[in-house]
């Protein structure tokens, strides 16, 4: 039993086309361009999506930052405190 778009066993006869048979040509938009022009897609690319980013506003960028602030902090004065314990058992073990 097939389904409506053929089977494993029997492809389609769309994909049989003589389109589909031409060679490909290699590069695409990327093979007819010099170097300056492939410079130039690149950086339409990039502006392009720069365009789709979702900024944050001004109290989102203040709240993330206070909040990278506030953790970088915590983790300094856990990495104090273990430096400084392990200081004092080295000093107790070695004299």
């Known amino acids: 039993m097939t389904d409506a778009v053929g089977s ?3 492809p389609d006869a769309e994909d049989e086309s003589p389109e589909s ?6 590069g695409g938009k990327r093979g007819k361009k010099g ?3 492939r410079l130039g ?3 339409r690319q990039i502006v392009a999506e720069l365009r789709k980013v979702v900024w944050p506003t001004r109290s989102q960028l203040t709240t993330y930052t206070t909040v990278v602030i506030i953790f970088v902090v915590i983790m ?11 200081q004092e058992a080295v000093k107790y073990v070695f004299g």
């Open 76 to 86: 300094i004065g856990i990495v104090l405190a273990l430096d400084f314990g392990f």
């Open 8 to 10: 494993i066993d029997m």
């Open 41 to 43: 897609l690149f950086y």
């Open 21 to 26: 048979k031409k060679k490909a040509r290699k």
């Open 35 to 37: 170097p300056l022009g």
